[in-house]
């Protein structure tokens, strides 16, 4: 490490830390997944896979209270608010009952008026409070119930309607149904009236609610959980979640009612959250909100297995009701730099910015690599694979030859939690690190300076205040916040100097004898790195997208058996997207 020490003394020398930043540090994009300082597993489970250290998350509910958002998820020591989705801010609260309490897995929230609602769902506690805030900014909560009567509601969610009733759902396997109980207000929430039981999956005749990767696995039963409630125009929207967590086609569906307890009618149009393509797959078990503009969110779980199946991220993506009331979430583009609301909006059309992935296996290089670490695993444009150098020490770095001159206008750092000894949540942790760029491959330049960061960024996004024009990039290590410097995403976004792919030829789709499947097929694109698939039940409600790298064939085995389809599939270049080829 004699030869890297030295060159990172001369680059110093060359390239002082007081440069002029030139990153926007109140961005007007994000990019999933969302960059927050996730904990690490629990160190007393073995069931999040505590052989190695590793941050996780999941189940997801973001709920609007006052107009700041609070995010609440699994095994976290505490909540996030953010006044613009843009920056979110930590709040430390330990839920827990006692130490041998899991802590806070898959919680329920709600608003209402001036009080903020939370219910825990522990794996062993023998009591379940229900806890109330009205200064949840400086983590001020109360037990409004000390002991819930529906205790064993495992995977709970509230709902509370205009006319004042309150629910509870919960539920989550792959045996017994989802529930409903409404809750008295009165009488500190108290459960009145029968349990419902409201749905099963049906996997006979969905095909996206089979179990395992890509729907594959015949062997188990799906499990089904992520209760949430919708209501919009006078309908209940009772959405759920299937297959299974560890898979990339976890996605949420929804049945549609006249009650909140129904009966409930499942949704042609489902799932209407899915993401089974593209850096970080997933899309399930998550919460439909709205912010203060009136818009509507879904936030939902990611997949991130790199040392455990249970590894896990968040996203949010845009969604909405159509006039027709079809409840839709929009994935496209849904882990590329997306614009957030500056006010009311229609989220059937695209936030995405149009900046394209520039990155995608590129030449690299790097100070050092760990065997089977190489660095081409930080381009391939997949999370469950990462680079990783030999040490966490000052000077390591990994570079890039984008191949010509490109506009870069974002990037985003995805550390991988390579020989990481850290368990629960974290605090004083930190990143730091410098991007470098050249036109050259010989004169660099300061591109971000994060010398001077202090805060824990897992997956930090970079939007700049103006697009550099370059070829090279380079990013050096300072700290790390645990662990070696491993990167399982060096991404940038911008525009290269080619024209957008041609329209796509000899688009096909044709369902299977199962007609749960459909086997795409499609003439290659020149210039094209990758294919938007776009389905839905009616020509101008093509909701759903799949995105697929270096192919020119896909089956797809998520359709429902005896729902009629139509499609339409557009190329991704690095100088933009290409029209879009329609079928059916």
Same mark, same amino acid.
């Given at each position: 490490?004699?030869?890297t ?6 680059w ?5 830390a ?6 926007n540090?109140t ?30 998350t999941?189940?997801?509910?973001i709920?609007?209270?006052k ?6 998820s ?17 709040v430390?609260?330990d839920?827990?009952i006692n ?7 898959a ?6 008026g ?11 506690a ?7 805030s009205?200064?949840p ?6 037990e ?8 064993h ?21 792959n ?7 409404e ?6 929430y108290?459960?009145?009236?029968p ?13 996206w ?14 499990y089904?959980?992520g209760?949430?409630m919708?209501?919009h ?10 297959p299974?967590?560890?898979?990339n086609?976890?996605?949420?569906g ?5 009650h909140?307890?129904?009966?409930f ?13 593209g850096?970080?797959?997933g899309?399930g ?7 203060k ?6 936030v939902?779980?990611?997949l ?17 009701f159509?006039p027709?009331?079809?409840l839709y ?14 006010g009311a ?24 690599s760990?065997?089977g670490?190489?660095?081409a695993l930080a381009?391939?444009e ?10 966490a020490?000052e ?10 001159r ?5 990037l ?11 368990y629960?949540?974290?605090s004083g942790i930190?990143?730091?690190y410098?991007?470098?760029h ?14 001077k960061?202090?805060?824990?960024v897992?997956h930090?996004?970079i ?7 370059? =070829?090279?990039l ?5 700290h790390? #916040?645990? /662990?070696?410097?491993?990167?399982? *995403?060096? &991404? $940038?976004?911008?525009?290269g100097?080619?024209?957008k ?5 000899g688009?096909?789709?044709?369902r299977?004898p ?18 938007q ?18 192919a ?8 429902? =058996?005896d729902?009629?389809?139509y499609?339409?599939?557009e #190329?991704? /270049?690095?100088?933009?997207?290409? *029209?879009? &080829? $329609?079928?059916k």
């Open positions: 490490m004699i030869r020490a030295i060159f990172f003394l001369v110093i020398a060359l390239y002082p007081q440069a002029q930043s030139t990153w540090p961005p007007s994009t994000y990019c999933n997944p969302m960059n927050l300082d996730y904990a690490f597993i629990p160190s007393r489970h073995t069931y999040y896979g505590r052989e190695e250290s590793h941050r996780s999941a189940d997801p509910v709920v609007n209270y107009n700041d958002l609070y995010l609440f699994t095994n976290q020591n505490g909540y996030w608010w953010s006044a613009d989705m843009a920056k979110w801010h930590f430390k609260k839920f827990r130490r041998s309490n899991d802590n806070v897995c919680p329920g929230a709600w608003a209402w001036d009080t903020l609602l939370f219910m825990p769902s522990h794996m062993d023998d009591r379940m409070p229900l806890y109330v009205t200064d900014k400086n983590g001020r909560w109360e409004l119930v000390d002991s819930f009567p529906q205790k509601a495992w995977d709970p969610s509230f709902f509370k309607d205009d006319d004042g009733k309150a629910y509870l759902y919960w539920g989550s396997s045996l017994y149904p989802l529930y409903g109980v809750l008295d207000p009165a009488k500190r108290t459960p009145t009236g349990v419902a039981e409201l749905m099963l999956l049906h996997p006979d005749r969905h095909g609610e089979r179990f395992g990767e890509n729907n594959s696995d015949t062997t188990i039963a799906p089904m959980e209760a949430w919708t209501k125009n006078g309908k209940y929207y009772f959405q759920y979640a299937a299974g967590t560890e898979w086609v976890y996605a949420d929804v049945y549609v009612g006249d909140p307890l129904g009966p009618t499942y949704a042609p149009y489902n799932p209407f959250s899915l993401k089974p393509g850096f970080i797959t899309a078990h998550g919460s439909t909100f709205q912010d503009h009136g818009n509507y969110w879904h939902a779980t990611g991130n297995w790199i040392k455990y199946k249970f590894e896990r991220r968040l996203n949010l993506f845009p969604a909405g159509d027709e009331g079809q979430c929009n994935t496209a583009f849904g882990d590329y730099p997306q614009y957030l609301s500056k909006r229609d989220h059937r059309e695209s936030a995405f910015t149009g900046w394209m992935m520039l990155s995608y296996r590129k030449k690299t290089w790097t100070s050092s760990l065997p670490k190489d660095p381009t391939d997949n999370i469950r694979t990462y680079w990783s150098a030999a040490t020490n000077g390591e770095y990994l570079a890039m030859d984008l191949g010509y490109c506009k870069v206008y974002a985003q750092i995805n550390y991988a939690d390579e020989d990481a000894h850290l629960d949540k974290q930190y990143h730091q410098q991007i470098l050249s036109l050259d491959g010989q004169n660099w330049h300061m591109l971000v300076d994060k010398s960061n202090d805060a824990d897992p930090d996004y939007e700049l205040t103006k697009p550099v024009k370059t =070829r090279y380079k990013i050096v290590n300072i790390m #916040a645990a /662990g070696k410097f491993a990167l399982a *995403g060096f &991404r $940038v976004f911008g525009k100097p080619g024209k792919p041609r329209p796509v030829q688009f096909r789709a044709e299977q199962d007609t749960r499947e459909v086997a795409f097929s499609w003439q290659p694109s020149a210039g094209a790195y990758a294919y698939i776009y389905y839905g039940i009616q020509p101008d409600k093509l909701y759903n997208c799949i995105l697929v790298h270096d020119d064939s896909y089956l797809f085995k998520g359709l429902d =058996r729902t009629p389809y499609f339409a599939i #190329a991704l /270049g690095e100088g933009g997207v290409s *029209g879009r &080829r $329609v079928g």
